[in-house]
């Protein structure tokens, strides 16, 4: 079944450096990526998302890319700040767009 | 005001106990969803309601059993919790089922011991 990999399972950056975090699907089909971040003891809450039409979206200090042909998407934080610090999870959709995979998720600690 | 609410928060219970977890929306999205996450294994869907009375078994549906009799809430059942169910289970909605925003509860933290 399709799968989801979430290359980084921490990330230590200095504040104000940009962070990456880069995750593959299999499944050519997929449509939709979405990225949510959950701090501790907390749900997730929705970050960004991107929609295999385009392949750049950016929302302020956030952008994510989108490699169709690698089957690879990716998240960028730019000017980090230490309350970015927290678990990222990417995803992917499968079949009906309301069921997602998720990735096991990358912690991010911005150092100040 | 966009909130998922989950209760209870924490939980303990024993082997073999029923368990409820309920969850509530204010948004009146028409699905919503229940996970679980558990370390190195992250979230896994349990159970999917496209709306009321319209209940999909998720990836791990075995063991329990859901309720939605209106759309605001969703009840995730546990009849005779085992210790491999102990975990911290989500639920969360969204609006429609076209790839759009989940938004999530803080939560349940459920121990069986």
């Known amino acids: 079944g399709e799968k989801v990999e979430q290359h980084e399972s921490t990330l230590s950056v200095r504040e104000g450096d940009s962070a990456v975090i880069n995750c593959t699907y299999t499944?050519?089909?997929?449509?939709?990526f979405p990225w949510y971040k959950q701090e501790a003891g907390k749900g997730l809450h929705f970050v960004i998302d991107i929609r295999s039409n385009v392949d750049r979206k950016q929302s302020q200090r956030l952008i994510v890319l989108l490699d169709k042909k690698a089957k690879r998407f990716s998240l960028h934080i730019t000017a980090t700040q230490p309350e970015d610090s927290a678990i990222y999870f990417c995803a992917v959709n499968v079949g009906d767009n309301s069921k997602l995979i998720w990735g096991l998720g990358t912690s991010l600690v911005v150092n100040p | 005001d966009m909130k998922v609410t989950q209760m209870p928060r924490y939980l303990i219970k024993r082997m073999g106990e029923n368990v409820l977890l309920e969850c509530g929306q204010d948004?009146?999205?028409?699905?919503m969803y229940w996970y679980r996450q558990d370390p190195g294994l992250g979230l896994q869907l349990i159970y999917i309601s496209y709306d009321v009375d319209s209940n999909s078994e998720g990836d791990i549906p075995k063991g329990y059993r859901v309720s939605r009799k209106k759309r605001e809430h969703f009840s995730l059942i546990l009849d005779s919790a085992k210790t491999n169910q102990t975990s911290v289970y989500f639920c969360?909605?969204?609006?429609?089922?076209?790839?759009?925003?989940?938004?999530f509860g803080e939560g349940s933290r459920l121990i069986v011991v």
């Open positions: 969360a909605s969204s609006l429609g089922n076209s790839g759009n925003t989940l938004y």
């Open positions: 948004m009146s999205h028409e699905t």
């Open positions: 499944d050519t089909a997929s449509s939709y």
